[in-house]
């Protein structure tokens, strides 16, 4: 069973900076994609960034590009998420979500994706 626990939210001030880890087990995560999804109150999940785990191919909402960075470290088997230059429009839920097959070109598809973590808040003041 594929578990996926989200760490490293909070609340920081906009231009701040934050980074989300994502620690998975269950699976030999050799060909996984591997994604970032967030949820505001009121609104729908959304796809923030993903990462292919057998090539590092990246992907990115247009949100968030330039701002954000996806990696893998593949020996902790763990996702993060560096987020730079936070803005109040990023406060939301974030989810790690994984799935065993290539991102695609519809990698920010929620249904695409098997196992979700529980998330993690992160809140940006202004």
């Known amino acids: 069973q ?3 626990v989200e760490s490293g939210g ?3 001030q906009a231009g701040g900076s934050l ?7 269950g699976y030999t995560y050799s060909r996984y994609c591997m994604a970032w999804f967030r949820q505001a109150p009121g609104k729908e999940r959304e796809g923030v960034a993903a990462i292919y785990t057998r090539s590092g191919t990246t992907y990115y909402a247009d949100s968030v590009k ?3 960075t996806v990696s893998r470290d593949n ?3 763990t996702l993060y998420l560096q987020m730079n230059s936070l803005k109040p429009d990023d406060t939301a839920m974030y989810y ?6 290539p991102c695609g070109t519809t990698w920010y598809v929620t249904f695409n ?3 979700w973590g529980q998330g993690t808040q992160v ?3 202004s």
């Open 96 to 101: 790690c979500a994984a799935d065993p097959a």
């Open 75 to 77: 020996a902790k088997i």
């Open 66 to 68: 330039g701002r954000f």
């Open 113 to 115: 994706f098997s196992y």
């Open 123 to 125: 809140t940006v003041s």
């Open 19 to 25: 980074r989300l880890s994502c620690a998975a087990s």
């Open 2 to 4: 594929v578990q996926l």
């Open 10 to 12: 909070g609340s920081v």
